[in-house]
């Protein structure tokens, strides 16, 4: 079967930088997307990766390696806006989106 | 006006009503799909509509029947629900379904089922 799997919740300090992971085992690999989504909100599209490597947005980055299913989101100076959802998915060979169930970041002061 | 917009935001009703959600996208998109979240679980597609044809429908229960009538519209309408359809009712669109362009969601519909 397919399967995303992102760990449930994570706590992070205002300031710092966290990373948040990502594996999958999909049929066929076409590309993934991080969302970020905010309690009571729409999910919004962070990042999309296809190749492997680091893609760089402000303070996210995303990086995947396919030989290895593999992904991290990166943020950091972390503000307390950023406590929020975090959701995995990939594009499988029928370009079906498969999502993980998100990884909840929560931010202290 | 925001991208993707749903109605209701919030919906109770009870097992034997019949509601429909309705969403609106104002992108130009051509596909727009239904999902459901429930917590602490992934995302889970419903359906998907390409150029107003429906081209999946995710072994979804017949109580929930959806309706596209041009591309900027979907509705979902639901009858004899049961409690455990409870969840928020997501809806999405993109430029064409089966290609890698990111979806853009709507705030979904909060739907509990009594």
């Known amino acids: 079967g397919q399967n995303i799997d992102q760990p449930t919740e994570m706590t992070a300090t205002e300031g710092a930088i966290v990373q948040i992971n990502c594996t999958y085992q999909t049929s066929g690999f076409n590309g993934l997307f991080w969302y970020q989504q905010h309690a009571g909100e729409a999910p919004t599209f962070l990042s999309y990766?296809?190749l492997d490597g680091l893609e760089e947005k402000g303070r996210f980055s995303s990086f995947l390696s396919r030989s290895k299913g593999y992904s991290y989101l990166l943020l950091k100076e972390l503000q307390m806006k950023d406590s929020a959802s975090y959701l995995c998915a990939v594009r499988d060979s029928n370009y079906q989106l498969i999502w993980g169930a998100g990884t909840k970041l929560i931010i202290k002061p | 006006e925001t991208g993707v917009t749903q109605t209701p935001r919030h919906l109770v009703m009870g097992m034997t009503n019949k509601k429909s959600l309705k969403c609106e996208q104002h992108l130009g998109h051509n596909a727009m799909y239904w999902y459901k979240q429930s917590a602490k679980k992934p995302l889970e597609l419903m359906f998907v509509y390409n150029f107003k044809e429906q081209t999946e429908n995710n072994s979804v229960p017949s109580r929930f029947s959806p309706e596209c009538p041009n591309s900027s519209h979907l509705f979902l309408h639901l009858h004899t629900l049961q409690p455990e359809d409870s969840a928020l009712y997501l809806c999405?669109?993109?430029?064409?379904?089966?290609?890698?362009?990111?979806?853009?969601f709507g705030q979904g519909t909060r739907l509990t089922v009594v």
């Open positions: 999405a669109s993109s430029q064409v379904a089966g290609e890698n362009t990111e979806a853009f």
């Open positions: 990766n296809v």
